[in-house]
């Protein structure tokens, strides 16, 4: 069936570390992929979203490619800030299905 | 910007009580959903509704109920709250179904029975 697998718990990084955040997908039909980001005390907000093989989607620096051979939508960016310590989900639709969304991986930055 | 909120904000309940928790969003969208949040489960979908008067079941409806009174009011109904409903509830609307479609989250209640 249709899901999201994300790198799973917690990631510790310092400042100016690159991240990589993983996430595959499974889905029957042509999805859009998101990437969301939740801040403490808040709900998650979209961060970015593509819908088209090889499409870029990017916002704050954070980037992600859309790759249907791979069925990937990796969230990376080159150099993290305290401020970016957060829960970030991948998710995935199709229009005619539910949104299905990643376990969550939950970013530190340590300054 | 779109505006969605809860209330409660918190809500401590016995097992085996009644509670309502209740969502209004005043973005004129359609679609309005209900998801729990749990460590190691990320989001998941227990209820939505793409317009007043309706109702679809989501992933993990079992003990839930819902309904949709208006195109801003989308509420949770918990008749027999029980443990393992201790969670973190938010709501969210879209604009549409489709698949470009964004979701716009409330802060969430946060609900535990005792």
């Known amino acids: 069936g249709d899901s999201v697998t994300q790198t799973e718990g917690q990631v510790a990084l310092s400042e100016e570390d690159f991240l990589t955040i993983h996430c595959n997908y499974s889905?029957?039909?042509?999805?859009?992929l998101f990437w969301y980001v939740q801040y403490p005390g808040e709900g998650p907000q979209l961060l970015f979203r593509?819908?088209?093989?090889?499409e870029k989607g990017s916002s704050r620096g954070f980037e992600a490619t859309y790759d249907k051979g791979t069925t990937s939508f990796h969230l990376r960016k080159a150099s993290v800030q305290e401020s970016d310590s957060a829960v970030y989900y991948c998710?995935?639709?199709?229009?005619?299905?539910?949104?299905?969304f990643g376990k969550g991986t939950s970013l530190t930055v340590i300054p | 910007e779109a505006a969605v909120t809860q209330s409660p904000r918190n809500k401590v309940t016995v097992t085996g009580g009644n509670v309502t928790l209740s969502c209004r969003q005043t973005?004129?969208?359609?679609?309005m959903y209900w998801y729990r949040q749990d460590t190691g489960h990320g989001l998941r979908l227990i209820h939505y509704?793409?317009?007043?008067?309706?109702?679809q079941i989501g992933d993990v409806p079992d003990g839930y109920k819902a309904t949709r009174t208006t195109q801003e009011d989308f509420f949770l109904l918990l008749e027999l709250a029980s443990p393992s409903q201790t969670s973190l509830y938010f709501c969210?609307?879209?604009?549409?179904?489709?698949?470009?479609?964004?979701?716009?989250f409330g802060p969430g209640t946060r609900l535990t029975v005792l």
């Open positions: 889905a029957s039909g042509y999805p859009t």
């Open positions: 998710a995935q639709h199709t229009g005619y299905q539910n949104f299905y």
């Open positions: 509704s793409y317009g007043a008067g309706n109702l």
């Open positions: 969210a609307s879209s604009d549409a179904g489709g698949a470009q479609a964004e979701q716009f």
């Open positions: 973005n004129s969208h359609n679609y």
């Open positions: 593509a819908s088209r093989d090889k």
